[in-house]
């Protein structure tokens, strides 16, 4: 069989619930080079959504393109397609054997060669984050360690297989209704729909157990008391510094993990040499570093060098050169132009944030009031689209593990992961404003800021409201104001629809589209406090408004921010929307 009238394939490889993956050769190369077909069928039918799906799988196929170009331990795209209302990638293949075959074929892995595997991988999940991209199915599946240099490779984003999954609620919205990763490689506030950057480090800390001792998550206890996940006991001779590195990547908070990959390859490094001075876990973010974007905003740099570069840095321990960052495969792309672009993602509140988030963009003080608990019974955000019904996955790994997503029960009417009833981060306690009401010209009261040392409180607000705004139109100032308490009361669908389609569908702010939004209003920022608002312009259809803010990030820094505002009236839903801000 000739697919595209180009790829014959030779053998299937798997077969999943997404569709099925081939080992093909490419009749195009005059090698006739192997490569990996994967073919993702729709979870729905709907041709309604059938176009919307596509663009999806376009925008998530430039994505990963895009990764394998710049890193050699990542798939090269080589191309993508949709046939027969199908969808297929055309990958690299990867000659070699995943980590789940390596356990089944030889045993466990001693220390030493678990530690080589991370040191080889975080550098490239730190260049994937710093994508802003979560992979969120990392465990032995999905990787595999090639043949030809020994190194692994990360195959499997999640992302694509979310798209696919795409479904139409019947308020007419469009979502998602899996969520994708592996039952217990996967944490709990990804298995309730909010995978963070955070939630991949959790499952390559389970991956490396299961290296180390041959258990799966399922088969490993919880301490009843605390939720400690007491897999220590199956590798008992491991170096206390390795096992505690292995402890703080599988901690149930995400804030209690690692602040980033970079930092959990630090502290590796650290336990793993003498001469490299120890990293204090909770190291004090150094703001001169480049750091990891908002998730949703792509900075068009090579990242993988800006990662090169990174590690560089002063300040930062040396890295071994055995262990070198992956330097990127096309070092052609230079351009550091963070600030501008990032700038220009502001609306999603970036600007001074590229600077503030550091490495810590995830970390919320630790004051996280949340209680441990076990992590597949005590879940303290019982999500409404798990199916409860689903059995664990597996007993022992046999020539695999088990990759089913989870599905839900209906997945026509899944909430979408933001959605009021969806459970709220109970790590993060958000206080709110009343929503003003939009349409009241009169300016705000000036409210005290109460504000303790360590706990958010909303400011509000001087406004200038313009002196005779037009009757039939809201104020401008209060539109942005309405904003940010929606941000605030993580209305983020509801805030989401206030930016204008153009914005919305702007790949450089919104790589992988709301996805990219929420990642960054609901995974990094806590709260905005409005300090200022004011009107600058306005006619009928446009108007112009400045805000100072402060945004207040998850990671307990505070960041200042002046954002412009350009706005356009939408006579049809009567209400202005966010054309650009910057
Ligand atoms: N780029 C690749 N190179 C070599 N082997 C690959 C590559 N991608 C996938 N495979 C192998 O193909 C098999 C099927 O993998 P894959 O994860 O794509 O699909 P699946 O697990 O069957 O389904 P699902 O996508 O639902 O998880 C696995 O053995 C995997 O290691």
Not at 186 to 209: C, H, K, N, W
Request: overall charge neutral; some cysteine.
């Amino acid at each position: 069989m000739l697919l595209n009238t180009r790829y014959r394939v030779i053998q299937t490889l798997g077969s999943g619930g997404f569709g099925e993956t081939f080992l093909a050769e490419d009749t195009q190369m005059p090698s006739k080079r192997r490569c990996v077909i994967k073919q993702l069928k729709p979870i729905n039918n709907n041709p309604e959504i059938y176009q919307l799906v596509k663009e999806r799988f376009q925008r998530e196929a430039a994505i990963l393109e895009e990764l394998g170009d710049n890193s050699n331990q990542i798939p090269r795209l080589y191309a993508y397609f949709s046939e027969n209302g199908q969808f297929y990638l055309i990958q690299e293949y990867i000659e070699g054997q995943t980590l789940n075959a390596k356990v089944q074929s030889q045993g466990v892995m001693s220390e030493n060669a678990v530690r080589d595997i991370l040191i080889s991988l975080l550098p490239v999940l730190d260049y994937v984050h710093g994508r802003g991209i979560v992979h969120r199915d990392i465990k032995p599946d999905n990787i595999i360690i090639r043949h030809l240099d020994g190194k692994p490779v990360l195959i499997d984003f999640g992302a694509v297989k979310e798209t696919i999954g795409t479904v139409v609620t019947p308020s007419g919205n469009s979502t998602r209704s899996i969520v994708i990763g592996t039952p217990g490689f996967m944490p709990s506030e990804q298995s309730v729909g909010r995978p963070m950057f955070a939630s991949d480090i959790y499952s390559l800390g389970m991956t490396a157990i299961f290296l180390l001792t041959g258990k799966l998550p399922q088969e490993i206890p919880n301490d009843p008391a605390t939720g400690v996940i007491l897999w220590r006991q199956y590798a008992s001779s491991l170096t206390p510094g390795f096992a505690m590195v292995l402890d703080k990547a599988i901690q149930f908070v995400p804030q209690h993990r690692f602040n980033s990959a970079r930092d959990m390859l630090i502290a590796l490094q650290s336990q793993n040499s003498a001469s490299i001075p120890t990293v204090p876990y909770s190291q004090p973010p150094n703001y001169n570093q480049a750091s990891y974007p908002p998730p949703q905003n792509t900075v068009p740099i090579s990242p993988a060098n800006q990662q090169y570069q990174q590690y560089q840095q002063p300040n930062t321990p040396p890295i071994n050169q055995n262990n070198a960052p992956q330097i990127p495969r096309s070092s052609n792309t230079k351009g550091i132009i963070i600030g501008a672009v990032i700038g220009a993602g502001l609306l999603s509140g970036a600007i001074v944030l590229a600077s503030m988030l550091n490495r810590q963009g995830q970390q919320v003080a630790d004051t996280d009031p949340t209680p441990v608990a076990t992590l597949s019974e005590q879940t303290p955000t019982p999500s409404p689209t798990l199916d409860d019904s689903e059995p664990p996955v597996i007993s022992r790994p046999k020539n695999r593990i088990t990759p089913r997503p989870i599905r839900t029960r209906e997945p026509e009417v899944v909430p979408t992961p933001i959605d009021s009833e969806f459970p709220t981060d109970t790590s993060t306690p958000i206080e709110t404003t009343e929503p003003l009401p939009s349409l009241s010209p009169t300016p705000t009261p000036e409210i005290t800021n109460t504000k303790a040392p360590d706990v958010v409180v909303p400011t509000v607000i001087p406004k200038q409201t313009p002196s005779n705004p037009p009757q039939a139109q809201s104020s401008p100032t209060e539109f942005v104001e309405n904003y940010y308490n929606g941000i605030n009361n993580k209305n983020l669908q509801k805030t989401w629809n206030q930016l204008t389609p153009t914005l919305r569908s702007n790949r450089k702010l919104h790589p992988r589209g709301f996805d990219s939004y929420i990642g960054w209003w609901d995974g990094q920022v806590q709260q905005v406090q409005v300090d200022r608002i004011n009107l600058v312009e306005q006619n009928d259809s446009r108007a112009t408004v400045d805000a100072q803010l402060n945004y207040v990030l998850r990671n307990g820094k505070q960041a200042p921010a002046s954002v412009r505002f350009s706005l356009v009236w939408d006579a049809e839903s009567n209400q202005w929307l966010i054309s650009d801000a910057r």
